[in-house]
């Protein structure tokens, strides 16, 4: 069974920085696209970040060019995404997510593509 596990969530102060991590198992990931999304308090769930199979072709939502970096380790299995400078309008769970259809040329923006998630991990970044 697919699963994706994230860690490192937690409440950081305006300014302040926070790496989540996304472990993937039951199968291997090496050829998905993997991404995050968020979904804060009474909203819809928002693309954050995107990276292709290959470990490139990174996109992001534009209020976090600059700020987020995603990177993935296919050896390990993982994906992360650092947040640095971060905004109150931050606040929100964070889903790791995977596009199972595999070997695609570009990661997506669109959420419903994705069709493996995580948990989610909370952050927040208090006003």
């Known amino acids: 069974q697919a699963r994706l596990i994230e860690e490192g969530g937690g409440l950081v102060q305006v300014g302040g920085s926070l790496r989540l991590s996304c472990a993937a198992s039951?199968?291997?990931?090496?050829?998905?696209?993997m991404g995050w999304v968020r979904q804060a308090p009474g909203k819809e769930r928002e693309f954050v970040a995107c990276?292709?199979?290959?470990?490139?072709?990174?996109q992001y939502l534009d209020s976090v060019k600059g700020r987020f970096t995603i990177s993935r380790d296919t050896d390990e299995n993982t994906v992360t995404l650092e947040m640095n400078k971060l905004k109150p309008e931050d606040t929100a769970v964070y889903y790791c997510?995977?596009?199972?259809?595999?070997?695609?040329?570009?990661?997506?923006?669109?959420?419903?593509?994705?069709?493996?998630w995580g948990q989610g991990t909370q952050v927040t970044v208090p006003s």
């Open positions: 997510v995977a596009d199972s259809t595999v070997f695609r040329t570009s990661c997506t923006s669109s959420v419903s593509d994705y069709d493996i």
């Open positions: 039951g199968r291997t990931f090496s050829g998905y696209n």
């Open positions: 990276i292709k199979w290959t470990g490139a072709g990174e």
